[in-house]
Nanobody, 115 residues
Framework: QVQLVESGGGLVQPGGSLTLSCAVS????????MNWYRQAPGMQREYVAA???????TYADSVKGRFTITRYNAETTVYLQMNSLKPEDTGVYYC?????????WGQGTQVTVSP
């Protein structure tokens, strides 16, 4: 069983920054690839970024160069640093992982980018 708890969302002006955190329970964090997804109102959930067990990162084209995903195994936490935020980045951000054939999701954290 894996539990994911996101935090760090909020309201920010365009061009601003936020850092999201995802705390992961369980001792298997080191063996988990971790992902961030987001869902805008009325839209499907979409992939944002991923980090492998070895630290290799990938990003959606829409956030490349602006967002950075990192992981700290000692803290069993994965972060999403978001810079140069745009109104289209608004949505609920979810942490995700796959373990033992089961997808796990956090409860989400709201990010709103607005003047």
């Amino acid at each position: 069983q894996v539990q994911l708890v996101e935090s760090g969302g909020g309201l920010v002006q365009p061009g601003g920054s936020l850092t999201l955190s995802c705390a992961v329970s369980g001792s298997i964090f080191r063996r988990l690839g971790m992902n961030w997804y987001r869902q805008a109102p009325g839209m499907q959930r979409e992939y944002v970024a991923a980090i492998t067990i070895g630290g290799t990162t990938t990003y959606a084209d829409s956030v490349k160069g602006r967002f950075t995903i990192t992981r700290y195994n000692a803290e069993t936490t994965v972060y999403l640093q978001m810079n140069s935020l745009k109104p289209e980045d608004t949505g609920v951000y979810y942490c995700n992982t796959l373990s033992g054939g089961t997808q796990y999701w956090g409860q989400g954290t709201q990010v709103t980018v607005s003047p």
